[in-house]
């Protein structure tokens, strides 16, 4: 089994990962996250690809030789307009009066980097999940509560499924782990594909 190194500092990420029993390293990324993409499905899977390689060359010619590199990438969008993490506490309640009552998309992209064999160009899987999310309507009061909480500042949408945001969320589509940040589910069946 190759070594895995997750290429975030998301706490979100790390449990989910440790949820299918893997060994891992956490080594985040610290490439500049910019894409010329206009699609969310192609931003995060193209961040991800960034976050993922910038791991990649850091490591030594042995590393590199017995390593698998993850990175991920996760946005909310409403109509196509992208929502990532808040800048402040006055975006985090614009971000969150906008998708109270809607519908909006979480996109998370995933980029696997393995090299197989000695010399080789590294091997690249790269896919993206997307969650429909439905959240009730709440008053400019609640929301304004729940982002004094300070919970949403380091949250794609502004708000954290697994936590307090929870109690505004009337359903969802798809994969829940990927609302929170990291399809594991798909992940795993990748990496088992990926090993072979």
């Known amino acids: 089994m190759n070594k895995i190194i997750l290429a975030s500092a998301s706490p979100r990420r790390r449990e989910l990962l440790q949820q299918l029993g893997l060994e891992f390293e956490i080594r985040p990324s610290e490439a500049q996250e910019k894409t010329k993409s206009k699609e969310p499905s192609q931003i995060v899977t193209e961040l991800s690809e960034i976050k993922a390689q910038d791991i990649y060359e850091r490591l030594s010619e042995e590393e590199r030789a017995s390593s698998m590199v993850i990175g991920a990438d996760t946005v909310v969008a409403l109509n196509d307009r992208i929502m990532g993490k808040p800048k402040d506490y006055k975006e985090a309640v614009q971000m969150l009066l906008s998708l109270q009552g809607n519908t909006h998309q979480v996109y998370t992209g995933v980029t696997l980097l393995l090299r197989k064999g000695p010399g080789k160009v590294?091997?690249?899987?790269?896919?993206?999940?997307?969650?429909?999310v439905t959240m009730y309507p709440a008053s400019r009061e609640e929301i304004e509560a729940y982002v004094s909480t300070g919970e949403p500042m380091d949250k794609a949408g502004a708000y954290g499924i697994q936590g307090r945001g929870a109690a505004f969320i009337k359903e969802i589509h798809g994969d829940y782990n990927n609302v929170v940040g990291l399809p594991i589910g798909r992940l795993y069946q990748e990496m088992k594909r990926y090993q072979c």
């Open 122 to 132: 590294p091997s690249k899987i790269s896919f993206y999940e997307k969650t429909d």
